[in-house]
């Protein structure tokens, strides 16, 4: 269908001067539909309103758009912790523990409210950040959780990756229906104290 003539059907998320946000937009609404293996770029490019030559402008495939939808999914979960994070102040090791709790419960909501943008996020569709490279977000919070005394400075080392690893195995078991959702708040609680983040 001729993208010169063709009017959308219905309301759309594109505006001109957009049309890439308008396709990533549409994608991440499939992923979360139908999961990204049945994602095609042509169908985006439909319910956009827009010919399939047009979205092959701005993505050269459907990797390179299933590339950012993975970045998106993963912007989207830093704002999802940040949110939570931000109820609890800096700079009280009380804080410091709920903030910790706030972000691990977080990152397992997001991943049970979104399954699918939450499983491309981290899948080889999503580039790796640059080698030692860290999510400012975390490394802020452990920041403050040394910084108030919750967290040792000699087991700082190497926790956030131990904590990343922890609560996105979580989330993937709880996604796989290994244990209910309203068991997190157990587990993260527990690995707080393993990690002496609590007493």
């Given at each position: 269908?001729?993208?010169?003539?063709?009017?959308?059907?219905?309301?759309?998320?594109?505006?001109h001067?957009?049309?890439?946000g308008?396709?990533?937009?549409?994608?991440?609404?499939?992923?979360?539909?139908?999961?990204?293996?049945?994602?095609?770029?042509?169908?985006?490019?439909?319910?956009?309103?827009?010919?399939?030559?047009?979205?092959?402008?701005?993505?050269?495939d459907?990797?390179?758009l299933?590339?950012?939808?993975?970045?998106?999914?993963?912007?989207?979960?830093?704002?999802?912790?940040?949110?939570?994070?931000?109820?609890y102040?800096?700079?009280?090791?009380?804080?410091?523990?709920?903030?910790?709790?706030?972000?691990?419960?977080?990152?397992?909501t997001?991943?049970v409210?979104h399954?699918?943008?939450?499983?491309?996020?981290?899948?080889?569709?999503?580039?790796?950040?640059?080698?030692?490279?860290?999510?400012?977000?975390?490394?802020?919070?452990?920041?403050?959780?040394?910084?108030?005394?919750?967290?040792?400075?000699?087991?700082?080392?190497?926790?956030?990756?131990?904590?990343?690893?922890?609560?996105?195995g979580?989330?993937?078991?709880?996604?796989?229906?290994?244990?209910?959702?309203?068991?997190?708040p157990?587990?993260?609680?527990?690995?707080?104290?393993?990690m002496?983040l609590?007493?």
């Open positions: 269908m001729p993208g010169s003539t063709s009017t959308p059907t219905k309301d759309r998320p594109y505006h001067g957009d049309l890439r308008a396709l990533i937009l549409e994608a991440i609404s499939q992923v979360e539909a139908v999961g990204m293996e049945h994602l095609s770029l042509r169908s985006v490019a439909h319910e956009v309103g827009v010919s399939p030559s047009a979205a092959y402008h701005h993505f050269a459907k990797d390179a299933l590339t950012a939808v993975a970045l998106e999914g993963v912007a989207q979960l830093n704002v999802s912790m940040a949110s939570a994070m931000a109820r102040p800096r700079g009280e090791a009380a804080s410091a523990q709920e903030r910790a709790s706030a972000a691990g419960l977080a990152y397992i997001f991943a409210d399954p699918n943008l939450f499983r491309i996020a981290f899948s080889g569709h999503c580039p790796r950040p640059p080698e030692r490279e860290k999510n400012p977000l975390i490394v802020e919070l452990f920041d403050d959780l040394v910084a108030t005394g919750v967290l040792p400075a000699e087991l700082r080392e190497g926790s956030e990756e131990v904590m990343w690893s922890a609560v996105h979580m989330a993937t078991l709880v996604l796989e229906g290994m244990f209910a959702v309203d068991e997190v157990r587990c993260l609680a527990a690995l707080e104290r393993m002496r609590r007493p």
